[in-house]
């Protein structure tokens, strides 16, 4: 009776990790899909990483924009993490999680702006949030997108 109530204890343990593994899944697919249809209506905005902008062209108006995300990592992975900490290399479990969090954060910063003209000196911050001792566990992931929304005469 003991051997069985063991076996029962493992289904249940395997049955909640294979019920987060495809959960989180789903939920990342689902949120590429809204991330990559939202991108697609925005591609003709032009953005642009320098300080400056072209000296023929004068500016109307202009101010800071932003958009920020914390997106969490799924347990399944962060599992996952840990073993490819623990082995050493790449942690390939993370790279889903920043592109998503980044590519979040600009459409967010495009839902501050509207219509601009243009976008200047665009600039990501990224910032693990972690527990444990020191952080050195990544639970989730902080990402601000900043620029300034740019006017122009034409």
């Keep these: 009776m ?18 987060g593994l495809l959960s989180g899944s789903w939920v990342e697919r689902r949120h590429y899909r809204s991330i990559e249809q939202r991108e697609s209506e925005l591609r003709g905005v032009p953005v642009s990483t ?3 902008l072209p ?7 202009s101010r800071i924009v932003y958009g920020s995300v914390v997106i969490s990592i799924d347990a399944f992975k962060q599992a996952l993490a840990g073993l490819q900490r ?13 592109d998503r969090a980044r590519r979040e954060a600009m459409l967010r910063l495009y839902d501050q702006v509207g219509a601009p003209e243009m976008l200047a000196n ?17 639970t989730s992931i ?13």
């Design 2 to 19: 003991e051997g069985l109530g063991l076996i029962i204890q493992f289904g249940i343990a395997l049955l909640a990790i294979l019920i």
């Design 50 to 52: 320098l300080r400056g």
């Design 55 to 61: 000296e023929d062209r004068q500016i109307l108006r």
């Design 86 to 98: 623990f082995f050493g290399g790449e942690v390939t479990a993370y790279e889903t999680l920043v």
């Design 122 to 138: 665009v600039r990501i911050e990224t910032s693990p949030i972690g527990s444990g001792s020191g952080g050195e566990r990544v």
């Design 142 to 154: 902080e990402v601000i997108a900043y620029a300034t929304a740019v006017e122009l005469r034409p």
